[in-house]
Nanobody
Framework: QVQLVESGGGSVQAGGSLRLSCAAS????????MGWFRQAPGKERERVAS???????TSAESVKGRFTISRDSAKNTLYLQMNSLKPDDTAMYYC??????????????????WGQGTQVTVSS
């Protein structure tokens, strides 16, 4: 089975931190561009960050300096460290695998495997 399972979401106060995990099975995360996306009610799904096979990272302007994407090849797991959280960060967060191997693109339609999502709620 090719599968992604997110965990680590929850409710925190503004200024707090969370680390999201994405456990992969059926493939190796190091062999693909992997991305984190989020979607708030009534808004489009947007890419938060991505990590290419050569280690190149991309992050949305709204989270630069606060969020860090990484992977642990030994555990076949992708992570998103979120610091200095704001109420606007409240959303369902998803991890995903690029349909184009090691290449990263911003659009959700370019990713072919998705997790179920984990909810992040930031209160003021």
């Amino acid at each position: 089975q090719v599968q992604l399972v997110e965990s680590g979401g929850g409710s925190v106060q503004a200024g707090g931190s969370l680390r999201l995990s994405c456990a992969a099975s059926g493939f190796t995360v190091h062999s693909y561009c992997m991305g984190w996306f989020r979607q708030a009610p009534g808004k489009e799904r947007e890419r938060v960050a991505s990590l290419g096979t050569e280690g190149t990272t991309t992050s949305a302007e709204s989270v630069k300096g606060r969020f860090t994407i990484s992977r642990d090849s030994a555990k076949n797991t992708l992570y998103l460290q979120m610091n200095s959280l704001k109420p606007d960060d409240t959303a369902m967060y998803y991890c995903a695998r690029s349909a184009w191997g090691g290449l990263c693109f911003p659009g959700p339609s370019t990713y072919d495997v998705w997790g179920q999502g984990t909810q992040v709620t930031v209160s003021s």
